[in-house]
């Protein structure tokens, strides 16, 4: 198979993945024998199209199951995607409103159907990019988190923990999206710094004695208020406390209590009781038995609790009061005050606590096993049966899970998993009858009449049970048996509650393979949390900043091989992700020149006999058993990071020896013994096939495509025995117990090498063209051998020297090639040292090299970047600055510095090297 001169990416990637759908290699099978790696995606919204973080995700998803599925286990990644609740209906709705229809209008059944076809014409579209990206997923198993046997599973967990008391129903006060209709979990809440005001309110006492002021940053919930509160210790108030104040506007007659969740230091001390409209006051309320009356309804209109203002909108409402109080005297002062706003996480519209029935499940609960659901969890991760890669992730899962409150799981859409409660419309004061199958009667009355409630689950109630209910449960089946736990869960640092915690929480409760320890109910043994992608200048990537980067577009530019392995090059435990073009390009270049090696190694195979026949041991040179001692170094090193999740180490070593080692030192090398003929030319082709295969098969689950495309045109020169058809499953490579380089020939080639690197790194910094013969001269440190001899000619071949002399002094040396003193005339010539762990290196300048201007404009470029590190330092250590300054900019700045540092080290070192 002849290559051409440059690799058809987008070929390749479509050929290539058919082929492998086709030959169904990334299909599981229960009854197949080996170690079980079981892994699920994380369910994409069907509203969803690839974005960056997935296609993070998804590269580090399949370079672990490639790794594990030529390693000879038996893999499964199962794919699938999840309903996406709010989102969906959200979409659907914003369509119909094109014809100028509503939801309401058309009926909830009618409206359902509108989505599941929406969902089938367009719900797969992330699931297509999946493959684009080349994922090795088990497309056959592709689940949806509202198909047939996830639903019958989501209605017997909903039945068995409300029958275990788990699940109640309760008129409580909640988070509520008047844009959406529906309550919201705190999860579902983001909080924005806002800047808002303090109203200072006075409040008479119905007695006429005078009146207490309270101060509030949402005067229109006012027309709520149960009561005015002050701290029990506050000696200012004590005198108020147990009389009546009147309520502004309204009229009404309010108590002043004492309650030591009253912050003294907020305001004046006294703060306003609205039991339906705020969530610490809600609590309180509950406490001192106050009314609970909300002033708004679904949409956040006021409603007739309000009086005269019903009808308005609350921000309407607001301006009105606040007239309608400065009117009367009654606004005591006004101040600036910044406060975190609570906003829906889908539409941004400032969410509105609302009184409201809705079905909780209540996590921390002693249940009859004497355990609560949030418990479970916890103690299965400080046990060590579930880990978090880095660990330190462990303590976010720790602080929301020792603190979580009672989830609402019930919402007020039509698009989901509707709840499994019956109504009797005769018996309206009865409980509902919750089943896994709609009742014939009311078991109260007998009456057939039975309403379904109108709710559905919060979306994540499904996806929590995703690790378990899309390998069959609640049947026992062999995918179950054998796939469950899962091994490994990779997610983002955001849902770590939102999903993590919620699949612990039921797959320890639900107890899948009804195991003896929670070692065995475990939804998954490690989660991975990747890292925040962020744009070339340390930014998150948002939509409001405009650097929101498609990676379908990059893909089409770079290929799909390169943003993979860039990605996994970049991504390290702990960090935030940078991706810039600059590296999009170089693995792009590395792509190239992975093509170009391939066609030198076939270009050397035209006559060799297929299978290249195994070399004798003593034919190799030491350039051949270098190689192959890198060779092996590279596999336990990439296998050894794979295994702990370390895939920026594990691609770095894999570019390293690609680049470096093997193209641009040992290929150099080879080209010799190449043209020799006879056994040294036969020797030297065993050792470049050999070390191309090995090598194609570390970068497959990396890069995928054009490792597929090299190593079918490689294949026929490989021996025959075991080989696989294809490299997606062929076997990984095993490292060998025994080097086959002796550590004095190591010690010798690792002298070859840093020589090398010397004089590449003295020929850049003098101008010398990079394909120009130079001198060089050595002068070994102290008496030890150096074996110079074994490796000289090597050293003279890869820095492509004229001559490499070798001296003990500097009287031995030609007087052209003497090291430079410690100063320069300018434009004198010379020679420019280094030194090495073992000596100096040195080479000639180019004639008429000016000393003095090549320091000048080091120095200028040192003295900038020193002025810049100053700059970033000062607003670093200034405490100020970091407090006030999000924790993004903060990062952002201190990986600023180290990155100043390092230029500054490199331009010192520089302009030593040419004092």
């Given at each position: 198979?002849e290559?051409?001169?440059?690799?058809?990416?987008?070929?390749?990637?479509?050929?290539?993945?058919?082929?492998?759908?086709?030959?169904?290699?990334?299909?599981?099978?229960?009854?197949?024998?080996?170690?079980?790696?079981?892994?699920?995606?994380?369910?994409?919204?069907?509203?969803?199209?690839?974005?960056?973080?997935?296609?993070?995700?998804?590269?580090?998803?399949?370079?672990?199951?490639?790794?594990?599925?030529?390693?000879?286990?038996?893999?499964?990644?199962?794919?699938?995607t999840?309903?996406?609740?709010?989102?969906?209906?959200?979409?659907?709705?914003?369509?119909?409103?094109?014809?100028?229809k509503?939801?309401?209008?058309?009926?909830?059944?009618?409206?359902?159907?509108?989505?599941?076809?929406?969902?089938?014409?367009?719900?797969?579209?992330?699931?297509?990019?999946?493959?684009?990206l080349?994922?090795?997923?088990?497309?056959?198993?592709?689940?949806?988190?509202?198909?047939?046997?996830?639903?019958?599973?989501?209605?017997?967990?909903?039945?068995?923990?409300y029958?275990?008391?788990?699940?109640?129903?309760?008129?409580?006060?909640?988070?509520?999206?008047?844009?959406?209709?529906?309550?919201?979990?705190?999860?579902?809440?983001?909080?924005?710094?806002?800047?808002?005001?303090?109203?200072?309110?006075?409040?008479?006492?119905?007695?006429?004695?005078?009146?207490?002021?309270?101060?509030?940053?949402?005067?229109?919930?006012?027309?709520?208020?149960?009561?005015?509160?002050?701290?029990?210790?506050?000696?200012?108030?004590?005198?108020?406390?147990?009389?009546?104040?009147?309520?502004?506007?309204?009229?009404?007659?309010?108590?002043?209590?004492?309650?030591?969740?009253?912050?003294?230091?907020?305001?004046?001390?006294?703060?306003?009781?609205?039991?339906?409209?705020?969530?610490?006051?809600?609590?309180?309320?509950?406490?001192?038995?106050?009314?609970?009356i909300?002033?708004?309804?679904?949409?956040?209109?006021?409603?007739?609790?309000?009086?005269?203002?019903?009808?308005?909108?609350r921000?309407?409402?607001?301006?009105?009061?606040?007239?309608?109080?400065?009117?009367?005297?009654?606004?005591?002062?006004?101040?600036?005050?910044?406060?975190?706003?609570?906003?829906?996480?889908?539409?941004?519209?400032?969410?509105?606590?609302?009184?409201?029935?809705?079905?909780?499940?209540?996590?921390?609960?002693?249940?009859?096993?004497?355990?609560?659901?949030?418990?479970?969890?916890?103690?299965?991760?400080?046990?060590?049966?579930?880990?978090?890669?880095?660990?330190?992730?462990?303590?976010?899962?720790?602080?929301?899970?020792?603190?979580?409150?009672?989830?609402?799981?019930?919402?007020?859409?039509?698009?989901?998993?509707?709840?499994?409660?019956?109504?009797?419309?005769?018996?309206t004061d009865?409980?509902?009858?919750?089943?896994?199958?709609?009742?014939?009667?009311?078991?109260?009355?007998?009456?057939?009449d039975?309403?379904?409630?109108?709710?559905?689950?919060?979306?994540?109630?499904?996806?929590?049970?995703?690790?378990?209910?899309?390998?069959?449960?609640?049947?026992h089946?062999?995918?179950?048996?054998?796939?469950?736990?899962?091994?490994?869960?990779?997610?983002?640092?955001d849902?770590?509650?939102?999903?993590?915690?919620?699949?612990?929480?039921?797959?320890?409760?639900?107890?899948?393979?009804?195991?003896?320890?929670?070692?065995?109910?475990?939804?998954?043994?490690?989660?991975?949390?990747?890292?925040?992608?962020?744009?070339?200048?340390?930014?998150?990537?948002?939509?409001?900043?405009?650097?929101?980067?498609?990676?379908?577009?990059?893909m089409?530019?770079?290929?799909t091989?390169?943003?993979?392995?860039?990605?996994?090059?970049?991504?390290v435990?702990?960090?935030?992700?940078?991706?810039?073009?600059e590296?999009?390009?170089?693995?792009?270049?590395?792509?190239?020149?992975?093509?170009?090696?391939?066609?030198?190694?076939?270009?050397?195979?035209?006559?060799?006999?297929?299978?290249?026949?195994?070399?004798?041991?003593?034919?190799?040179?030491?350039?051949?058993?270098?190689?192959?001692?890198?060779?092996?170094?590279?596999?336990?090193?990439?296998?050894?990071?794979?295994?702990?999740?370390?895939?920026?180490?594990?691609?770095?070593?894999?570019?390293?020896?690609?680049?470096?080692?093997?193209?641009?030192?040992?290929?150099?090398?080879?080209?010799?013994?190449?043209?020799?003929?006879?056994?040294?030319?036969?020797?030297?082709?065993?050792?470049?096939?050999?070390?191309?295969?090995?090598?194609?098969?570390?970068?497959?689950?990396?890069?995928?495509?054009?490792?597929?495309?090299?190593?079918?045109?490689?294949?026929?020169?490989?021996?025959?025995?075991?080989?696989?058809?294809?490299?997606?499953?062929?076997?990984?490579?095993?490292?060998?117990?025994?080097?086959?380089?002796?550590?004095?020939?190591?010690a010798?080639?690792?002298?070859?090498?840093?020589?090398?690197q010397?004089?590449?790194?003295?020929?850049?910094?003098?101008?010398?063209?990079?394909?120009?013969r130079?001198?060089?001269?050595l002068?070994?440190?102290?008496?030890?051998?150096?074996?110079?001899?074994?490796?000289?000619?090597?050293?003279?071949?890869?820095?492509?020297?004229?001559?490499?002399?070798?001296?003990?002094?500097?009287?031995?040396?030609?007087?052209?090639?003497?090291?430079?003193?410690?100063?320069?005339?300018?434009?004198?010539?010379?020679?420019?040292?280094?030194?090495?762990?073992?000596?100096?290196?040195?080479?000639?300048?180019p004639?008429?090299?000016?000393?003095?201007?090549?320091?000048?404009?080091?120095?200028?470029?040192?003295?900038?970047?020193?002025?810049?590190?100053?700059?970033?330092?000062?607003?670093?250590?200034?405490?100020?600055?970091?407090?006030?300054?999000?924790?993004?900019?903060?990062?952002?700045?201190?990986?600023?510095?180290?990155?100043?540092?390092?230029?500054?080290?490199?331009?010192?070192?520089?302009?030593?090297?040419?004092?």
């Amino acid at each position: 198979m002849e290559l051409s001169k440059t690799f058809d990416a987008k070929s390749a990637e479509d050929r290539w993945f058919h082929l492998w759908i086709d030959r169904g290699y990334f299909r599981a099978d229960p009854s197949r024998p080996g170690p079980v790696f079981s892994i699920v995606i994380p369910p994409p919204n069907v509203t969803g199209a690839l974005h960056l973080g997935h296609a993070l995700n998804n590269t580090l998803h399949d370079v672990i199951v490639r790794t594990r599925r030529m390693q000879g286990y038996n893999t499964l990644w199962l794919p699938g995607t999840d309903h996406a609740g709010i989102a969906t209906q959200n979409v659907v709705e914003r369509e119909i409103a094109k014809a100028g229809k509503t939801r309401h209008g058309l009926g909830r059944e009618k409206f359902v159907e509108r989505v599941w076809q929406w969902r089938e014409t367009y719900g797969g579209k992330i699931l297509h990019q999946l493959r684009r990206l080349g994922c090795s997923c088990d497309w056959s198993r592709e689940r949806f988190t509202l198909d047939e046997g996830l639903s019958r599973a989501v209605t017997k967990v909903f039945v068995q923990l409300y029958n275990e008391g788990l699940i109640e129903r309760d008129y409580r006060l909640i988070n509520w999206c008047p844009r959406c209709e529906t309550a919201l979990s705190d999860l579902e809440v983001d909080h924005k710094e806002t800047e808002g005001n303090l109203w200072y309110i006075r409040y008479p006492l119905i007695d006429g004695s005078g009146h207490v002021t309270v101060a509030t940053t949402r005067p229109e919930t006012m027309l709520g208020d149960s009561a005015v509160a002050v701290n029990p210790d506050d000696v200012r108030f004590r005198h108020l406390v147990g009389r009546i104040a009147r309520l502004p506007l309204v009229g009404r007659q309010i108590p002043i209590i004492a309650d030591a969740a009253v912050d003294p230091e907020f305001g004046t001390g006294a703060v306003k009781i609205t039991p339906g409209h705020d969530f610490n006051d809600f609590d309180m309320g509950r406490r001192h038995r106050l009314a609970q009356i909300s002033v708004m309804d679904t949409r956040a209109r006021m409603n007739a609790e309000a009086g005269p203002y019903a009808g308005m909108t609350r921000e309407a409402c607001r301006e009105r009061v606040i007239a309608d109080l400065t009117a009367q005297n009654l606004i005591d002062r006004v101040e600036p005050h910044r406060h975190a706003l609570g906003v829906c996480s889908r539409c941004e519209t400032t969410v509105e606590p609302m009184l409201s029935y809705q079905w909780f499940m209540r996590v921390s609960k002693v249940d009859p096993t004497g355990q609560s659901i949030a418990g479970r969890a916890i103690t299965a991760v400080e046990q060590g049966d579930t880990k978090f890669f880095p660990q330190h992730w462990e303590n976010t899962y720790f602080a929301w899970m020792r603190n979580i409150q009672d989830w609402c799981v019930s919402r007020q859409l039509w698009w989901g998993h509707r709840i499994p409660a019956y109504w009797c419309e005769r018996c309206t004061d009865a409980e509902p009858v919750v089943a896994e199958t709609r009742p014939s009667s009311c078991p109260k009355c007998g009456g057939g009449d039975l309403r379904q409630d109108d709710d559905v689950l919060d979306t994540w109630f499904s996806s929590g049970l995703w690790p378990f209910t899309t390998l069959g449960w609640p049947d026992h089946t062999a995918d179950l048996e054998k796939y469950y736990p899962t091994t490994l869960l990779i997610t983002a640092f955001d849902i770590i509650f939102f999903w993590v915690a919620r699949m612990m929480m039921f797959a320890l409760k639900v107890n899948p393979l009804d195991a003896d320890n929670l070692a065995g109910a475990v939804p998954f043994r490690h989660v991975y949390i990747t890292p925040l992608v962020r744009d070339a200048q340390g930014k998150k990537m948002t939509k409001s900043r405009g650097n929101v980067v498609d990676p379908l577009q990059i893909m089409e530019k770079y290929g799909t091989d390169a943003v993979r392995f860039t990605l996994a090059q970049l991504t390290v435990q702990g960090r935030d992700l940078v991706l810039s073009d600059e590296r999009l390009a170089a693995s792009r270049a590395f792509a190239n020149k992975i093509w170009n090696a391939a066609r030198f190694v076939l270009l050397n195979l035209e006559d060799a006999p297929k299978p290249v026949e195994q070399a004798a041991t003593g034919r190799l040179t030491l350039a051949d058993r270098w190689i192959l001692s890198r060779l092996n170094h590279a596999i336990l090193s990439v296998t050894r990071a794979i295994d702990v999740y370390e895939f920026n180490v594990a691609a770095l070593t894999i570019y390293q020896f690609i680049w470096h080692e093997f193209c641009d030192w040992y290929i150099e090398l080879a080209k010799e013994p190449l043209k020799s003929g006879a056994d040294q030319q036969a020797a030297t082709r065993y050792v470049l096939v050999f070390c191309f295969d090995q090598l194609l098969r570390l970068l497959h689950p990396f890069m995928p495509f054009i490792s597929e495309e090299v190593w079918q045109a490689v294949r026929p020169y490989l021996s025959q025995s075991n080989l696989s058809e294809h490299l997606a499953i062929a076997t990984w490579p095993q490292g060998a117990a025994h080097d086959p380089l002796s550590e004095t020939e190591a010690a010798a080639m690792e002298r070859c090498v840093a020589t090398t690197q010397a004089v590449n790194s003295l020929r850049s910094l003098v101008g010398h063209h990079p394909g120009r013969r130079i001198g060089a001269v050595l002068r070994p440190a102290g008496n030890a051998p150096l074996d110079i001899e074994t490796w000289k000619s090597y050293a003279i071949a890869l820095g492509k020297l004229s001559e490499l002399t070798v001296s003990s002094s500097a009287q031995e040396r030609p007087e052209a090639m003497a090291f430079a003193p410690l100063t320069h005339q300018s434009s004198s010539p010379g020679s420019v040292p280094v030194t090495v762990a073992w000596g100096e290196v040195g080479i000639e300048t180019p004639e008429g090299f000016d000393f003095q201007k090549a320091r000048s404009m080091l120095q200028k470029k040192l003295d900038e970047i020193r002025t810049h590190l100053q700059r970033n330092q000062t607003r670093y250590d200034n405490p100020d600055f970091r407090a006030k300054a999000g924790r993004e900019t903060v990062e952002e700045i201190a990986d600023r510095i180290e990155q100043l540092k390092s230029q500054e080290s490199l331009l010192q070192a520089q302009i030593g090297l040419i004092q």
